[in-house]
Structures are given as C-alpha cells and as structure tokens.
C-alpha cells in the first residue's frame, strides 16, 4: 500500500510537496477550510480533508506516515497544532515524521551577517514572533508526545507563477535601493526537495534553514529577471524615498545571510536552483 501524507495547509509550498511525493509514490491527502476547494485538490490528486469534517480529519490523521504543517500562526497560535494534536491523542496517531514550515524572520536583523540554526532567536515582527512560538510548541509538543518533529526555516518563496518575473511583466517591480541591503530565497521546488530529504532522514528536534547559496539584493535579482524578458529594469529607488506599506517597511528592517550549510552536511540536500539565476531562468524556459 502506498505511504500516506496529510499536508495540513495547501498552498504554493504545500502543493510542490504533495506533487514531489505523488511522484514517489504516496497518497497525499490535504485539508482545506472552505468546502468548495474540495474540487482544486481533487484535480491535483490529492484527498480533500474539509476542517469541519471532524470523522475524516480522525480517519486521515490516523492513517498518515507523515504530516506537514503549512498554515501560519495566529494571535492564538498554530492552527495546524491546536487541531491536529487533539486528534492525534484521541486516534492514537503516531507519525513518523512531521514538518513544521516557519520562517528566517525569527532571526530579524543581523545587519548583514550570517545566521545558523543555532543562532539565537530575535524575531523583530509580530509575524517572526509568532513563528517563534509555533516552534518551541511544535517541538515541546514532539518531545512530550515521542514525535519526530522537524522545524523548516525559509526565506521568500518563489516559484512558477509567483516570482520577479510575473511582478516585472505586470509593472509592479520596484527596485528599492538599501546599500548592503541582501536577502536569501528558494525556489519552491527545492523546498520540496528539502522537505522530502528530511523525511528520508527523520530526526527528533531538527532545525534545518532551507535557501539558496546566495543572498543578493532584490534590485540585483529585478534586474537580472528584466534582462530575460528583454526589457528595461525599472528605476532605482532609495528606501528612504520609496514610501513603502508597512509590510515592506519591516521586510526591508532586516538583513541576513542565512547558512543552509546543515542541511547540506545533514540531508545530503543541494538546491537545483543555487541562485535566483538558475531558478528564474528555468521559470521562463518552462513558460513561467
């Protein structure tokens, strides 16, 4: 029988993972909030699993080998724990493995440098707060329940139909320039690719930071995705001028190099996108 897989939280990430599985064989079963995307995950292969349908939540809980928590926290916490965790005590659900994705945000500002995962936790946002918190939950519930929990930090995602070259087609790129300004990324395919390393290779309590080999500026990378469509980069503008919304305020509050060096040493995992320029030109070859 096929290995089963219960993705709590379908989105960009969680769908490059059901599909890198499906390929390897599992059944891959995914929740959802609203009834009518039943449908959208059907059409991908997958099994919906509707929150309020509390029988087929137990039934698909119980029955998964391994389950990845997608859905980000709330003022109250993580959802994927508040739900899950009751109904793992109740079926008696033992997984072999369970991912959490959280985010390099707990880190905030380290005016440049390099970050690992043993690095200590500043988050600067309520959102890296948040994060934060899900985390000490998800592993001090792993700890007391003997589940192999694995914690996954990740930096901006991108992949076919959701990166630069899709906000520089449609005239919403902005070069914002911040001298010494760099961020880290991952094409969502390595996230996957990642994510199923850790799998292969479960272990209690891990920490794995999962990005490229090169932290660049977001001028540099909206330049280079301009030049693959042939077009001229949008102007530069200094942050100061930029009058940014106040998510990208915080956004361009930090600045990080994050190490992947662990997962690399620990997973055997190298990205198939080392930098943006592979990633994006293999976008645009693939019609992306």
């Known amino acids: 029988m096929a290995r089963r897989l219960l993705i709590f939280g379908y989105g960009f990430s969680g769908a490059a993972f059901a599909r890198r599985m499906?390929?390897?064989?599992?059944?891959?079963?995914?929740?959802?909030?609203?009834?009518?995307?039943?449908?959208?995950?059907?059409?991908?292969?997958?099994?919906?699993?509707?929150?309020?349908?509390?029988a087929a939540l137990a039934r698909e809980t119980a029955a998964a080998e391994a389950v990845l928590v997608t859905a980000p926290p709330d003022a109250e916490g993580c959802p994927g724990l508040r739900t899950l965790v009751p109904v793992m005590a109740r079926t008696g659900a033992f997984p072999d493995w369970l991912g959490y994705l959280s985010t390099t945000g707990v880190y905030g500002d380290r005016q440049g440098g390099w970050v690992f995962e043993t690095s200590r936790i500043a988050a600067q946002s309520m959102e890296g707060a948040r994060r934060a918190a899900a985390e000490r939950d998800w592993l001090q519930v792993g700890a007391g329940m003997g589940l192999t929990v694995a914690i996954f930090r990740l930096p901006g995602i991108y992949g076919p139909g959701r990166s630069?070259?899709?906000?520089?087609?449609?005239?919403?790129?902005?070069?914002?320039?911040?001298?010494?300004?760099?961020f880290s990324r991952i094409h969502v395919e390595d996230l996957a690719k990642g994510l199923a390393?850790?799998?292969?290779?479960?272990?209690?309590?891990?920490?794995?930071?999962?990005?490229?080999?090169?932290?660049?500026?977001?001028?540099?990378?909206?330049?280079?995705?301009?030049?693959?469509?042939?077009?001229?980069?949008?102007?530069?503008?200094?942050?100061?001028?930029?009058?940014?919304?106040?998510?990208?305020?915080?956004?361009?509050?930090?600045?990080?190099?994050?190490?992947?060096?662990?997962?690399?040493?620990?997973?055997?995992?190298?990205?198939?996108?080392?930098?943006?320029?592979?990633?994006?030109?293999?976008?645009l070859q693939a019609g992306g």
């Open 164 to 182: 630069t070259l899709d906000r520089v087609r449609e005239g919403r790129a902005r070069r914002i320039s911040s001298p010494g300004q760099v």
């Open 22 to 54: 499906s390929r390897q064989g599992w059944s891959v079963a995914a929740t959802h909030r609203r009834a009518e995307d039943a449908g959208r995950l059907a059409a991908d292969g997958v099994v919906p699993v509707w929150l309020q349908d509390r």
């Open 197 to 283: 390393a850790s799998l292969a290779r479960p272990r209690a309590g891990a920490i794995y930071n999962l990005c490229d080999d090169e932290p660049a500026p977001n001028s540099q990378v909206i330049a280079h995705a301009a030049a693959l469509l042939s077009q001229a980069p949008p102007p530069e503008i200094p942050l100061a001028e930029a009058r940014l919304p106040p998510q990208a305020q915080r956004f361009y509050a930090e600045t990080k190099r994050v190490s992947n060096a662990r997962a690399k040493a620990e997973l055997g995992w190298r990205p198939l996108y080392p930098t943006y320029r592979e990633g994006l030109g293999a976008i």
